[in-house]
């Protein structure tokens, strides 16, 4: 397994922008990728409360949850229809 790098946010001094990085953990600055500076700074980001929800690929959001029960729904009444046309019901 690879060695673990982590997220690190950094400010550029010169233009002010505002950046994330994968860079270890030794390394203080990163060139800023809108004006190029070498002038950047790492700030210190809050962690997240254990309690809040994560996000990422294996959360769905609200919009994929209801989408999905649309297409369920679509799929129940393509089928009641079916049903109907054969006789079924």
């Known amino acids: 397994m690879g060695a673990r790098v982590p997220v690190y946010e950094f400010e550029c001094e010169q233009c002010g922008d505002r950046f994330e990085e ?7 600055s990163f060139p800023c990728p809108v004006c190029g500076s070498d002038r950047t700074r790492r ?3 809050p962690v997240s409360p254990p309690s809040r929800q994560p996000r990422g690929a294996g959360v769905r ?3 994929s949850q209801r989408r999905e029960r649309e297409e369920a729904r679509g ?4 089928e009641t229809k079916r049903k109907r046309a054969s006789g079924e019901l």
């Open 22 to 28: 994968l860079v270890p953990s030794d390394r203080q």
């Open 43 to 45: 700030l210190l980001s």
């Open 61 to 63: 959001s609200g919009e």
């Open 75 to 78: 799929e129940r009444l393509a």
